[in-house]
Nanobody, 122 residues
Framework: QVQLVESGGGLVQPGGSLRLSCAAS????????MSWYRQAPGKEREWVAS??????????NYADSVKGRFTISRNNAKNTVNLEMNSLKAEDTAVYYC?????????????WGQGTQVTVSS
């Protein structure tokens, strides 16, 4: 059974750090592009960062709003993807979701986790 489970969210003060983790099961995450998205109250879900599959070179991309502050990485041995978040701002407050995606020919596979809440507040 394919599953993504996020963890590591919580309450942090502005300027602080958090490390989110996404544990994959039922598939090999290194074969997928793994991404983090977030959704703030009253707003649409937005893309935060991606790390491409190993076969695609494993490079990373970031939204401009988090570039230089967030780092996405893989731990292939644990089948996890992490999001290190530094210099957090109030506007980073959102539910953060992990997504796995892969396209093979005409077949698209997309899996989502249930989300983890991140609140940045003093």
């Amino acid at each position: 059974q394919v599953q993504l489970v996020e963890s590591g969210g919580g309450l942090v003060q502005p300027g602080g750090s958090l490390r989110l983790s996404c544990a994959a099961s039922g598939f090999t995450s290194s074969s997928y592009t793994m991404s983090w998205y977030r959704q703030a109250p009253g707003k649409e879900r937005e893309w935060v960062a991606s790390i491409f599959s190993l076969s695609q070179g494993g490079s990373t991309n970031y939204a401009d709003s988090v570039k230089g502050r967030f780092t996405i990485s893989r731990n292939n041995a644990k089948n996890t993807v992490n999001l290190e978040m530094n210099s957090l701002k109030a506007e980073d407050t959102a539910v953060y979701y992990c997504k796995a995606s892969r396209q093979r020919g005409s077949i698209n596979n997309n899996y989502w986790g249930q989300g983890t809440q991140v609140t940045v507040s003093s």
